[in-house]
């Protein structure tokens, strides 16, 4: 059995649950944030607009980088094979976009295959700030607890395989999970949130980042796609970001409205 996860932080939970043997030999991790950036090329390899897109987010100054024009192919060759094998697979997801376009994306990869698709739902099925849950945000002991495999039917399976062609062909550039589907949009609101929190005065970047997140429905806004942004706003000249970089390519940045 194959078990998907998106991201690292999801590893040691499903671990627990599964066991080490069958983490060390069938539990694979996913580690791009299908919510942000394009993704009409992400299953076709070499995946150019994809890699670009995370090539010119990742800050200057967090080394080393992760190796996107290696990683990034690679996961679509891998999926791309997935039906030509015999393991079933397993996703496990929650709220998080990323990870429910994580199992509209295996969806489509095993769309014509006999393999069996399960998954383990680790959400509340409700993507706002208060209430949503993301699999990396339910200790392992819990999530042992709350596991409950189940095989999807054909019919979910075809839906799935459908929202995935639909947010490949919508050329958005992020992508919020509401009510069981996916929104598109461009990057105005989020841009607008940065703006509506930042004030006059100079305060840590991080803050401001922080303001955003807690308030942003739909998607796990990161702190690297954050950065990005006000980057961007600061080269369009709506922003002034003083300091040095620090850890995490931000912790020494202060921000403020530009005058």
């Keep these: 059995m194959w ?26 991790v996913l580690r791009d944030d299908l919510a942000v950036g394009p993704l009409a090329d992400v299953d076709t390899p070499p995946c150019a607009a994809r890699v670009a897109f995370w090539q010119t987010l990742w800050p200057e100054s967090v080394h080393p980088a992760p190796a996107f024009a290696t990683v990034l192919p690679a996961d679509a060759r891998w999926l791309a094979a997935l039906a030509e094998q015999a393991q079933p697979v397993t996703v496990w997801h929650g709220d998080s976009a990323s990870e429910q376009l994580l199992l509209a994306r295996v969806a489509h990869a095993l ?25 990396a945000m339910h200790a392992p002991d819990a999530l042992v607890a709350l596991a409950q495999p189940r095989e999807i039917a054909a019919s979910r399976r075809q839906a799935l395989a459908a929202q995935w062609r639909a947010v490949q062909a919508d050329n958005a550039l992020i992508h919020r999970w509401q009510a069981g589907d996916f929104a598109g949009e461009d990057y105005q609101r989020i841009d607008a949130d940065l703006l509506r929190h930042a004030r006059d005065e100079a305060q840590p970047l991080a803050r401001l980042m922080a303001e955003v997140m807690a308030r942003n429905d739909g998607f796990f806004a990161t702190d690297t796609f954050l950065l990005w942004r006000a980057r961007e706003l600061a080269a369009a000249g709506v922003l002034h970001i003083s300091g040095e970089p620090g850890e ?4 020494g940045l202060q921000v403020r409205r530009s005058l």
């Design 111 to 135: 769309e014509h295959s006999p393999l069996a698709l399960w998954e383990v739902p680790c959400g509340t099925g409700d993507s706002r700030v208060e209430m949503r849950k993301a699999v």
């Design 3 to 28: 078990h998907l996860v998106c991201g690292d932080n999801a590893v040691a939970g499903v671990t627990q649950v599964i066991g080490e043997a069958a983490a060390a030999t069938g539990l694979r």
């Design 248 to 251: 995490y390519g931000y912790r």
